[in-house]
């Protein structure tokens, strides 16, 4: 499955926390050309339910747990961000949700595209078709 899990390197204070940090193309390998968070979401919270054609996206959580559900419409696997120090990076053409199990836990992302709904599939049943017609066009 195209994904990867990146350490975000870290610099500890013995008092003061923790500074995380990433820069393009260095450690991630993307141009960044659009940052967003989600926040105020509660234990349970659910979002997602989409998959990105072309878009590529560095997900990490600075503050409580986000679980990451993958699949590419072969099966399917769980990945659990609760560090401020791993990102995971995730390439085109895979489906995801995005399920809280904290109150208030944030997903921060860092995206190689300026928004685009065109670049979105929406619909389990078109992402099935989607991923079944890129495999006939290679
Ligand atoms: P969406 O990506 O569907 O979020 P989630 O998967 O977490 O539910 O985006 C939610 C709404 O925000 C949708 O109407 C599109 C809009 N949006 C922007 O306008 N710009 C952005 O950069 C993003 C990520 C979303």
């Keep these: 499955m195209q994904y990867s899990l990146i350490t975000i390197k870290s610099i500890k204070s013995e008092a003061n926390g923790t500074l995380s940090f990433f820069e393009s193309n260095t450690d991630i390998p993307f141009d960044?050309?659009?940052?967003?968070?989600?926040?105020?979401?509660?234990?349970?919270?659910?979002?997602?339910?989409?998959?990105?054609?072309?878009?590529?996206?560095?997900?990490?959580?600075?503050?409580?747990?986000?679980?990451?559900?993958?699949?590419?419409?072969?099966?399917?696997?769980s990945i659990h961000l609760s560090s401020p120090s791993t990102g995971l990076l995730l390439e085109p053409g895979l489906w995801r949700d995005m399920l809280w199990h904290e109150d208030n836990s944030v997903l921060c992302v860092a995206a190689s595209e300026y928004y685009d709904e065109k670049d979105y599939i929406r619909s389990f049943e078109e992402y099935l078709q989607y991923i079944e017609n890129t495999a006939e066009d290679n």
Excluded: M
Aim: proline share 2%.
């Design 32 to 77: 960044v050309k659009r940052v967003y968070y989600i926040s105020g979401v509660l234990n349970g919270g659910h979002r997602g339910a989409h998959a990105h054609k072309t878009l590529r996206q560095f997900l990490f959580c600075p503050y409580g747990a986000v679980e990451v559900i993958l699949n590419d419409s072969k099966c399917s696997e």
